[in-house]
């Protein structure tokens, strides 16, 4: 019996498999993230955070690699919640130790809502510049913990006003755009 190498066709075959291993262990990884967080381990919480997000780009890039890109829509949903779980979890932790308003989370909530609400029951709907709302969160969160200061928390919590507006912008035309 010699070792068993998987070739592409049986990754191919057990990728729903590898993909919701891959997206759930995310979702259960985020609350020890925020319990690093708050308990200061400020090293642990980078590094899982960079880890976690690592996980992220590679699910996506093997779905694009055999060319699995989110076939359902419960896949789809379950990997935009697994980003959204853990971006809500470190803003968490940032409005309870008072790195970023209570607004701020209520604003992230808010765009996540508008997208589950106007994707509807299809596969997810992503405009130009949603798409690139989580992967502008991801280096949000890595910038506020590599740089713990004050000028830095207001310099991002404006960059998050401002990106949340041209988000809902870009949204709105993406919407009236599909429909015509």
């Known amino acids: 019996m010699g070792l068993r190498v998987d070739t592409p066709n049986t990754l191919h075959t057990r990728w729903p498999q590898i993909h919701a291993v891959i997206t759930v262990a995310r979702i259960i990884c985020a609350p020890l993230l925020f319990l690093l967080y708050i308990t200061g381990q400020l090293v642990w919480t980078i590094t899982l955070f960079l880890l976690l997000v690592f996980t992220d780009y590679l699910d996506g890039y093997l779905a694009r690699r055999y060319k699995q890109v989110s ?17 809500l979890t470190m803003f968490l932790g ?5 790195v970023y308003p ?35 969160l991801f280096a949000l969160i890595v910038v506020t913990l590599l740089f713990p200061h004050p000028l830095v928390y207001a310099v991002l919590t404006f960059s998050i006003l401002g990106f949340a507006i041209v988000a809902i912008a870009s949204r709105i035309i993406s919407l009236a755009q599909s429909t015509d």
Do not use: C, E, N
């Open 94 to 98: 940032f409005t309870l130790t008072q």
């Open 71 to 87: 076939k359902t829509v419960f896949r789809a949903y379950l990997d935009s919640l697994a980003d959204f779980i853990l971006i």
């Open 102 to 136: 209570a607004w701020v989370l209520l604003l992230l909530s808010g765009l996540y809502l508008q997208f589950i609400l106007t994707s509807g029951r299809q596969k997810p709907h992503y405009d130009p510049v949603g798409k690139y709302t989580g992967l502008f």
